[in-house]
């Protein structure tokens, strides 16, 4: 039987989603709490990878269990074993065939800056003592929805097939003390947030004009894009998928 699940992290602390040898991240410490509460044997499969110091207000990861299980009483067990920063929300039964990362639709990245200083929000904002045109940067942050190819802003040698991607939207808007990105995509490659975000920011501090940005976009070559900026204030917002599929079993 197959089960979806839904939780949210601070990814402060871990090497990101995917299990790695040389330090924690979060799918090892939900295998091990599946292990330890059920008869869970497997790999727990992720809507996607998000990079060391990346946050997830929404993330979806299935699994496998040869026997129905009481999801309610199992997300209140799991959250009493997994650390404070690791939130289960829910536990459902899906389809045989459900998958969390194949069948997801879109996913929507939030980049935070902050124009002002708040040491509440230190941890979770990139904060910005320069003038930045707003105004210039959703002009190119429109640009990316032109295009499909990203090898400008993915990480060099990665092991993926194609850099092509669909945005969907892309946009900045002010929110209180905060100038917040949000970027909506089919999928992402390795760092192609941070970098996007990085070279907008040379949009609005004039460094690059419209044009400069379309080249970059066009050259497929990172080395001429910007720099990749902190993972800290980086959250993965919202995974979309078609749930009338997902959910018939």
């Not at 299990?19 to 292990?35: A, D, K, P, Y």
């Not at 790999?43 to 299980?69: I, P, S």
């Not at 980049?111 to 904060?127: E, G, S, W």
Request: proline share 2%; glycine share 4%; net charge neutral.
């Amino acid at each position: 039987m197959r089960y979806f699940i839904e939780l949210s992290y601070d990814g402060s602390a871990y090497c990101g989603w995917q299990v790695q040898s040389s330090s924690c991240s979060v799918q090892e410490l939900l295998e091990s709490g599946l292990r330890f509460k059920t008869a869970f044997t497997g790999r727990v499969t992720g809507c996607g990878r998000t990079d060391a110091g990346v946050h997830a207000h929404q993330f979806f990861a299935h699994f496998d269990l040869d026997k129905e299980v009481d999801t309610s009483k199992l997300s209140d067990d799991l959250n009493r074993y997994l650390p404070n920063d690791i939130a289960i929300k829910q536990i459902f039964m899906v389809n045989s065939n459900a998958h969390a990362r194949f069948d997801a639709i879109s996913r929507t990245y939030c980049y935070y800056l902050a124009t002002k200083k708040n040491p509440f929000m230190k941890n979770y904002v990139l904060p910005v003592h320069y003038f930045l045109n707003l105004d210039m940067m959703n002009e190119a942050s429109a640009v990316l929805m032109k295009f499909e190819d990203f090898t400008s802003f993915s990480k060099l040698h990665s092991d993926v097939k194609t850099n092509n991607c669909m945005v969907t939207q892309a946009f900045w808007r002010v929110h209180d003390e905060q100038l917040i990105f949000t970027i909506t995509a089919d999928r992402f490659l390795r760092d192609m947030v941070r970098a996007i975000v990085g070279t907008l920011l040379d949009v609005g501090r004039g460094k690059i004009s419209l044009t400069q940005f379309i080249d970059i976009i066009q050259n497929k070559d990172r080395r001429k894009a910007g720099i990749s900026v902190p993972a800290h204030a980086l959250f993965l917002e919202k995974v979309e998928y078609d749930w009338d599929k997902i959910l018939t079993l």
